[in-house]
């Protein structure tokens, strides 16, 4: 099946968005102190703008800012927080590089590491303490299947599959600060743990072979507790659109939730932890010379719901480039 470009049609915009507001989605993950990312669903399969063989190179850059507390759904005034002691702000920068091969038009193998710059601060009696690091993460490996159904009525097609895979526990999980004091396992580049990761997804290529949509649902969960620690298992769901506009650019619009469990363990802070959240996601993506692609997103949280007290984000955004050889 030749390369297929992704979803756009006023109708179908709106559909999404009714849709996504309807059952709710997200895309960053919530943790006490704010180990989030930005999760928008940058898998050029899944969206139809890669499905030869060959190779693929992939590197993107996220930050995400969490600097206001919430408790449940709602955001603490703050007349309601202890000042003296209290979680402050989280800021997170990740670098990920995704390497992919096409074996052939069915099967595919990938591999990612992200490199994580996060800095930290809350207050203890009133004192700042602060954790800053910059560290490699935790790799995932992952095959995927993927069959294609042409409608030879209309042009267009259907494209069902799977991935399935691991992430590895190559990031550290004991980082301290300046005083030796460990930052709490949730901040941590590394969770420790090895974890099953997969995802199936559904595909339709409009017949202007321009246009398409899909929709994803992911899975990630810790196969082994670490130090005693064990982070929640996650769910995720991602709705997206993405149109060929002209030649070169190509506007996208994506819905992503998920819901994280409670982290267990001694190390862990289970009433602190897990979440679910909904999100909008818009991006753009010009092609470059050759085969190359760079391409951006904004993330804006639609709702937000955290266990106990968390630092939440107010918008998350990615910037990549992509290309075949």
Same mark, same amino acid.
Do not use: H, M
């Given at each position: 099946m030749k390369k297929i470009n992704t979803p756009s049609s006023l109708r179908v915009v709106i559909l999404c968005a009714v849709t996504a507001q309807t059952i709710g989605?997200?895309?960053? #993950? *919530?943790?006490?102190?704010? #180990?989030?990312?930005?999760?928008? $669903?940058? &898998?050029w399969v899944v969206q139809g703008a890669w499905l030869d063989r060959g190779n693929r190179l992939d590197l993107r850059y996220e930050q995400v800012r969490q600097d206001q507390l919430m408790s449940g759904s709602r955001k603490l005034a703050a007349n309601e927080v202890d000042l003296r002691n209290r979680e402050v702000e989280t800021t997170s920068h990740r670098w990920l590089l995704n390497v992919d091969h096409g074996i052939n038009e069915h099967w595919g193998i990938s591999a990612s590491i992200p490199f994580i710059d996060r800095s930290h601060l809350h207050?203890?009696?009133?004192?700042?303490?602060?954790? $800053?690091? /910059?560290? %490699?993460?935790?790799? /995932?490996?992952?095959?995927?299947?993927?069959?294609? *159904?042409? +409608?030879?009525?209309?042009?267009?097609?259907?494209?069902?599959? #799977? $991935?399935?895979? *691991? @992430? *590895?526990?190559?990031? @550290?999980? +004991? %980082?301290? $600060? &300046?005083?030796?004091? /460990?930052?709490?396992?949730? !901040?941590?580049? =590394?969770? =420790?743990?090895?974890? !099953?990761? #997969?995802?199936?997804?559904? /595909?339709?290529?409009?017949? &202007?072979?321009?246009?398409?949509?899909?929709?994803?649902?992911n899975l990630e969960a810790p196969l082994n507790e670490k130090d005693g620690y064990k982070p929640g298992k996650k769910f995720g769901l991602d709705l997206g659109i993405r149109t060929e506009w002209s030649r070169n650019f190509s506007p996208m619009l994506q819905l992503n939730f998920q819901s994280r469990e409670r982290d267990s363990g001694f190390n862990a802070e289970p009433e602190n932890s897990g979440g679910d959240s909904l999100s909008i996601s818009p991006g753009l993506s010009y092609k470059l010379a050759g085969q190359a692609h760079i391409y =951006?997103?904004?993330? %804006?949280? !639609?709702h937000q719901r955290v266990n106990g007290e968390q630092l939440s984000p107010k918008w998350a955004a990615t910037i990549g480039i992509q290309s075949t050889f």
């Open positions: 989605y997200s895309s960053l #993950a *919530l943790a006490s102190c704010g #180990a989030s990312f930005c999760l928008v $669903n940058t &898998d207050t203890e009696a009133g004192a700042p303490v602060t954790w $800053n690091f /910059r560290q %490699i993460g935790d790799a /995932r490996l992952s095959a995927r299947y993927q069959s294609a *159904l042409q +409608d030879t009525a209309t042009g267009g097609g259907t494209v069902f599959g #799977a $991935n399935a895979g *691991l @992430k *590895l526990a190559t990031g @550290k999980t +004991d %980082i301290a $600060n &300046d005083t030796g004091t /460990r930052a709490e396992r949730s !901040l941590q580049p =590394g969770t =420790g743990t090895t974890d !099953l990761v #997969a995802s199936v997804y559904y /595909r339709r290529v409009l017949a &202007d072979l321009a246009t398409s949509w899909f929709v994803q649902a =951006g997103f904004v993330q %804006i949280p !639609l």
